[in-house]
């Protein structure tokens, strides 16, 4: 790898991490959308920006995008206020429009923007060695790579300040209210924070891509633990994997490295979403199958205890008859018996024939009784 | 104008093909916004890039039916991630709408950067799939667009009354013995299949603006379903002909900006001015209350009452 490569790997893990942190509460507070909605109307931030002040390097530019973000986050508010239209529907209104605006306005002026929209939306990362901050002579490194250290730092400020009071107005913020500081200013602060992220990382990768850092980490990081202490910096290790994951894909096929990242963040995802040890499709599936075996087995004392002694025992109590009597299928009747003589509460007697143990009659009589 | 539309065969084909777009989109959407869904069509729009891809990548053609094949399965198979997500209860529905969006299309320029090291030229490029590219609609695509808004038409008509029980009341819907699983994935499938039949025309961000906007539009001026439908269809079609005719007035002016920023200026009015539920009404009606409440001789209501 050239020293272009590992400052490219470096910006990829911290332009990552920095989107997970607010990714957190946005999959928390139920707004992952808005990073949708967010990522794509700061377009027009940029372009009104631009317009004013002619540089696309001035930071002007990035403030005007932050602010767009949060105007666009009003916007919805406001229309949903009216109670015309669902949220749902008021944030599907307002990006799209706000975005064709900046479209139209980019292209009606394309002979004096150099905005490239392919750029805007999917980051051009691999250029970002090339952009440096020279400082009286000294090479400081890529210029990218500063700004997002800087954004990192101001949400880790943020989050680690605010903390207490972003944990109550997530999870209650009639208490929240309650206690004397406006959930809506906190919102209103934290939006601003996820706009300026999201043009941050924008840079990067892009805006739709934004949203996969933003969001597939911390919900990869939400199926392994309930502790908000211990989502944080999970989100930001499985954010950083996924970038290192993604940047090697892509050199190894020499494709998109912002489509590789969101591509192995989606991987990092589904590997959780299959694999978690609780919330785990796999393990609950296997839960599941293991509960209706259990529930089988209970079945199966209960009735061997009800024809115990009876005149029919010698009828019902075989291993042949259950599938007739209880409707389970052939196989399923037999895994029932080999469980439940394998834990002691059954005995073989004789071919089909089935007894109950001392240990099997007891357990059916509590199951009976509880 | 008119004259220039109905002369000039180009814009003639353009202009009927958006049209058809807005209409079937802005019909299906019904659906969607009134189950809550109206980001659906956003996240299943970005999820169909991988399929186009990888349709174009098998079969080497870039004709519509083909890439909108693919499209529809790559939408679909996005709905199912979207259901297997949320499955478990643990992770809210956008975020898996979001995770869905964003993978999906993040793989699909993953292929589509693939493809195009390989090839060498710029094939299906990607601003096509982005901002679409009304200007190459041919007239068979528009054959096509209406054809797939037929069986979509027909497909609603038959499963009219499922389809309302679903939008309004799917508890309902299930005590009543309607299987609303398949139901469900039927109604998301008309969905998908509206959605993509139209990338390749306005492109991926304007056609999930063409599901929600002339249905959130329509549903200011109706209480009924079957009107709201049909509005918000006759709503999106003429978002897409007059998108269409103004995007042809100058040159640098894309179909699918102006399109959405039409069908966005309806929403605006209809909120403005729908006569029962618009806010300009509801303002004349709170001064009506509040000037008889005067005139009562009434003072300010108590504290913490609201001017019914």
Redesign the interface.
Known sequence: MTSQDWEVLVLAVVVAVTCALPGVYL?LR????L??AIS?SILLGIVLAFFWVRDLNSPVLVLAAGATGVLMVAMVEA?HR?R???E??A???VF??L???A??LI??H?GDVHLD??AV??GEIAFAPFRRWVVGGIDLGPRALWMMLGILAANLLFLLSLHKEMKVATFDAGLAAAMGFSPVLLHYAFMSLVSVTAVGAFDAVGS?????L???PP?AA??LTDRLGLLLPLAAGIAAGSAALGFF??IL????I??????A??LV?AGV?LGAPE?G?VA?VRRRREQRLEFAVRMLLIHLLNHEGGPREAEENRADHLAGHLRWSRDFARRVVRRAVREGQLERRGGEGLALTPLGREVARHVMTR | MLAEFLSDYTLRVVALGAGALGALAGAMGCFAVLRRQSLLGDAIAHAALPGIVLAFMLTGLRTTPVLVLGAALAGWLGTLAILAIVRGGRLPEDTALGIVLSVFFGFGLVLLTFVQQRAGAAQAGLDTFLFGQAATLLAADVVFIAATGLVCALVTMLFWKEFKLLAFDADYALTVGVPVRRIDLLLTGLLVLAIVVGLQTVGVVLMSALVVAPAAAARQWTDGLGAMVLLAGLLGGISGMAGAAISATGSGIPTGPVVVLVASAIVAFSLALSPRRGLLAEALRRARLRRRHREAGGGRPPVGEEVP
């Open positions: 999959v139920r707004m992952a959308l990073s949708d794509h229309l009216t015309l239209v669902k749902d529907a944030i599907a209104l799209p429009a975005f064709s605006l479209v139209l292209s009606r394309a929209v392919d939306l999917l739709i891509l934004v949203v996969a933003m969001i597939a919900a939400r199926l894909g892509a096929l020499d494709a998109s912002a489509g590789s990242m969101a591509s963040a989606g995802f979403l919330r499709i609950e």
